[in-house]
């Protein structure tokens, strides 16, 4: 069993700032790519950041600049620094890992965590 735990969503003001966490537990041999997604009623699930296990990171074009993803190895646990926050990015944001359990690699979801962008 793996799980992934968010953390960190909140209310802010536009312009603020937010930090993200999700950490991994379980049976955990490795990670390969983990990354975060957001969703908004009505509408897609989409990509907001990913980050490779040598930590090359990957942006959606709406968050470059603003946020910076992060991940230590050591401790399973990935991170999304949110500055200059916009009333869009609000969203439901989840976790992604690609995790080995054994010898094989299997794709897992948190449960999500609201950020809310309002004045």
């Known amino acids: 069993q793996v799980q992934l735990v968010e953390s960190g969503g909140d209310l802010v003001q536009p312009g603020g700032s937010l930090r993200l966490s999700c950490a991994a537990s379980g049976s955990i041999s490795s990670i390969r790519l983990m990354g975060w997604y957001r969703q908004t009623p009505g509408k897609q699930r989409e990509l907001v950041a990913t980050?490779?296990?040598?930590?090359?990171?990957n942006y959606a074009d709406s968050v470059k600049g603003r946020f910076t993803i992060s991940r230590d190895n050591a401790k399973n646990t990935l991170y999304l620094q949110m500055n200059s926050l916009k009333p869009e990015d609000t969203a439901v944001y989840y976790c992604?890992?690609?995790?080995?359990?054994?010898?094989?690699?299997?794709?897992?979801w948190g449960q999500g965590t609201q950020v809310t962008v309002s004045s």
């Open positions: 980050i490779t296990s040598g930590g090359t990171p």
């Open positions: 992604y890992a690609e995790v080995r359990v054994n010898t094989v690699y299997r794709a897992y």
